[in-house]
């Protein structure tokens, strides 16, 4: 097959990692944790796995004995869980290194299609010829990934006897909120069953919702953004020599907004919407339609007659009328029941019934496996477009408004899910799956891998564990209360935000304060290579 010069020279790219990784280690165990809500509920769901401590991997000195148990050869798999996300190749690959480096007959078997590979024992056998072809590469093409929901009984034994067949101890699945929350009950099934199966989770998201004090971000967030900032900058190059029109681009980013906040700091549109903010202010669609009706008239008094607004995935949801309306939508249609409008409360009814029905059509369309609306699939950039547009006329009958309203709208998420890592991701990625390998050689189940201090070298990462029962809580999915780990919206209180808003009048109104960030550099200075987002350095100021 042939491939692109960068594709041949990032194979050769050896990824930084923290020191720690790189000598003899010890584990350093802190205190016992709890859960960050509904602690009696959680604990008594994870018997086994809940209370675990905090580690942290450290450089073995001279005096210690080396508490990573395990040094006979290990057979373990990997699962690919959920959206791709830059960098999912390299944890493979990090993994794959770290179990050879512990002992050269270890194996890595990965099991093909995602979570169904492990049910089905559909599995390939992961050899260093197949990994170098993958190294620094996008994608989860190495073994597939898929939805699938590991959450019942069978399914757990089914596991046992594919992992005893493979003489397989310990399985690694790469994943987001949802599919750590099922590596974790999983974790806990196999202890009680006494299987000798650990369970490790890595955090796996562009969408940037898994993180928390222990989890400072989750991978394939940096590559994406920056994938999608490059096409903003580029589209407000247009905009800015063009002037005749109004981008409307939708952001990838199922329910929180981290992506477009990301995407808003590194690039400076005139209008960012924050989900968060409009469910923290109560807004109707209306009062949204209204904000942007409001700029675009601002700047067409000053002759500006173009712009840009970015339209976070997930707003639809965070509207509070139609959150009520989705959730009744979700719970009418769990179990692929057929819906029916007269099962929903007379106000969803109104709300659902007023939609333009391309949109409520989207609303009522199949759910992913784990029963949550498909938001990628409502395009709510189209929805604001005829908002604003009619409410642009009714302005202008009122002699409110003078200017012209051509708009053009985007997506962006594909674009960027499976974009070669950037340098943060393809270090992050490979540290993450060396960590992976040093817990599993610890005897530990129920952690999720976690590298942490990212802002600094990737020398001075610190690397380790953190229980996953630590970041559960109860919630209701499916019309049901389970223990999920919580997921982490865009703190309107964090620096971030508070930059964003504090600058929101200014880029409005302006023509010269759009920034056009260019495509990911692989090659090159640090400061242009290697930065990690603007998210991630205002949360570390
Ligand atoms: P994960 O949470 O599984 O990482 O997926 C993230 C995501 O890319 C969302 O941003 C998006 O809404 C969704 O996946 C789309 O998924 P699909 O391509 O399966 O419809």
Redesign the pocket.
């Known amino acids: 097959m042939k491939e692109s010069a960068l594709q041949i020279a990032r194979r050769g790219y050896a990824p930084k990692m923290p020191l720690a990784l790189r000598s003899e280690t010890c584990l350093k165990e802190g205190t016992k944790t709890q859960s960050v809500a509904d602690q009696d509920a959680i604990k008594a769901l994870f018997p086994n796995t809940y209370g675990l401590p905090v580690v942290e991997i450290k450089a073995r000195q001279d005096t210690e004995t080396c508490c990573v148990k395990k040094t006979e050869a290990l057979n373990v798999g990997v699962i690919l869980s959920?959206?791709q996300?830059p960098g999912g190749h390299n944890v493979i690959s990090g993994l794959y290194d770290g179990l050879k480096r512990a002992n050269k007959d270890s194996k890595l078997y990965g099991f093909t299609g995602g979570p169904s590979g492990l049910i089905d024992g559909k599995y390939i056998e992961l050899t260093t010829e197949i990994i170098d072809q993958y190294r620094n590469t996008g994608g989860f093409d190495i073994i597939g990934s898929g939805?699938t929901k590991l959450e019942e009984t069978w399914q757990f034994d089914k596991g046992i006897e594919v992992c005893k067949q493979l003489g397989i101890t310990a399985i690694v699945i790469i994943?987001?909120d949802d599919s750590n929350t099922n590596a974790c009950v999983l974790a806990e099934y196999y202890l009680q069953k006494q299987s000798g199966i650990q369970v490790i989770g890595c955090p796996?998201?562009?969408?940037g919702d898994l993180k928390n004090n222990m989890i400072e971000t989750s991978f394939g967030f940096d590559t994406a953004c920056k994938v999608y900032s490059e096409l903003i900058g580029n589209i407000q190059r247009d905009a800015n020599s063009a002037k005749k029109y109004w981008h409307f681009i939708r952001l990838?980013?199922?329910s929180a907004s981290h992506i477009a906040l990301e995407c808003g700091l590194q690039t400076q549109p005139n209008m960012t919407i924050i989900s968060e903010e409009v469910e923290a202010k109560q807004m109707t669609l209306s009062e949204i339609v209204e904000d942007i009706a409001q700029v675009v008239a601002a700047r067409a008094s000053k002759g500006l007659n173009f712009g840009t607004v970015l339209v976070p995935?997930g707003l639809i949801e965070f509207i509070p009328a139609m959150r009520a309306l989705i959730q009744e939508l979700n719970d009418l249609l769990a179990d692929g029941k057929e819906f029916d409008v007269k099962g929903l409360s007379a106000s969803s009814r109104q709300l659902y019934e007023s939609l333009p029905a391309a949109i409520a059509k989207q609303l009522t369309m199949d759910r992913?496996p784990h029963g949550n609306v498909?938001?990628?699939l409502i395009e709510t950039e189209k929805l604001l477009i005829e908002m604003v547009s009619k409410r642009l006329s009714e302005m202008k009958a009122a002699g409110q408004y003078s200017g012209k309203f051509a708009t053009q709208h985007h997506f962006f998420?594909y674009e960027g899910?499976c974009a070669v890592p950037s340098n943060f991701d393809a270090d992050y990625c490979y540290s993450l799956g060396q960590t992976a390998a040093k817990l599993i050689q610890a005897g530990k189940t129920g952690y999720m891998a976690t590298v942490r201090d990212l802002t600094k070298p990737a020398s001075e990462w610190t690397a380790g564990g953190v229980p996953i029962t630590m970041m559960m809580n109860m919630e209701r999915r499916n019309g049901k209360m389970k223990p999920v780990i919580q997921k982490a919206l865009v703190d309107l209180q964090g620096k971030p935000y508070q930059y964003l808003a504090a600058h929101r009048e200014e880029w409005a109104l302006s023509t010269d304060t759009y920034i056009f960030p260019g495509p990911i550099q692989y090659y090159g200075p640090s400061e242009v290579c290697d930065q990690p987002t603007v998210t991630l350095r205002l949360e570390h100021e």
């Not at 796996?204 to 969408?207: F, L, N, P, Q, S």
């Open positions: 959920g959206g996300a939805r994943g987001g796996k998201t562009i969408d990838m980013g199922r995935e992913d498909q938001v990628s998420g899910r």
